[in-house]
């Protein structure tokens, strides 16, 4: 089975942080995406990648960067924390003409 | 830009109750269909999937028909459990995008009652 993995479900932090979200997958997808889902907005894409170092913006990529240093491996960074930033985070990966596999979320206030 | 439009929630429904959640879709091309599945607390789940006119995409008793003339792909269960409560996405991707870009509708969240 597929596996994506994001390190924290739960995530508090404070405004003005910066805010690393990490998400592993075990299976050599080529491409991976970092999406935000918020009640009432559905899901929303804010960046995904298709290969290693190389990334493209989604939807709403203001006040996030991203980082793809290793195939296996996709970070989200909020540069600076606000209070709008507050939502449910999911990251998926699949191959070239797959479907997307999800992680199970991780949910981020920012106090 | 394509896009995917799925009926409201919440859809309210008592155990052994048929399901039908709609969902119509505009695309330029011949987009795939998905239909994912969010259960309380965690990520989304492919549910099901057809790539083409006619496919039926199944899994756990839930259907759907890519209906190519009225652009759409609505789920449908027999007979829906309590288990079944969750939130149910369509979504559609351009399969000649190696990027596998997915558009996904709003959600319907499914109740199911005892």
């Known amino acids: 089975d597929v596996k994506v993995t994001q390190s924290s479900r739960y995530l508090v932090k404070r405004t003005g942080e910066k805010v690393f979200l990490e998400c592993v997958q075990d299976?050599?997808?080529?491409?991976m995406f970092w999406y935000r889902q918020d009640p009432g907005l559905g899901l929303r894409l804010i960046y995904f990648s298709y290969d290693v170092k190389m990334k493209e913006k989604g939807d709403i990529p203001e006040g996030y960067s991203v980082s793809r240093e290793k195939k296996e491996r996709f970070s989200l960074i909020l540069e600076s924390a606000s209070t709008n930033q507050t939502s449910m985070y999911l990251c998926a990966s699949s191959p070239s003409y797959q479907p997307q596999h999800f992680g199970d979320g991780t949910r981020l206030s920012i106090l | 830009g394509d896009s995917v439009t799925q009926m409201e929630g919440p859809v309210t429904l008592s155990e052994e109750a048929f399901l039908t959640i709609n969902c119509t879709y505009t695309a330029t091309g011949y987009p795939s269909l998905f239909w994912y599945v969010q259960y309380p607390g965690e990520g989304l789940q492919l549910l099901l999937k057809?790539?083409?006119?006619?496919d039926k995409g199944s899994n756990k008793g839930f259907e759907a028909t890519y209906r190519k003339e009225t652009t759409s792909f609505h789920l449908e269960k027999g007979s829906v459990q309590v288990s079944d409560s969750a939130v149910y996405f369509c979504a559609l991707t351009d399969p000649g995008e190696a990027g596998n870009m997915l558009t996904f509708g709003g959600g319907t969240r499914l109740m199911v009652k005892p």
């Open positions: 057809a790539t083409k006119a006619d």
């Open positions: 299976m050599d997808h080529e491409n």
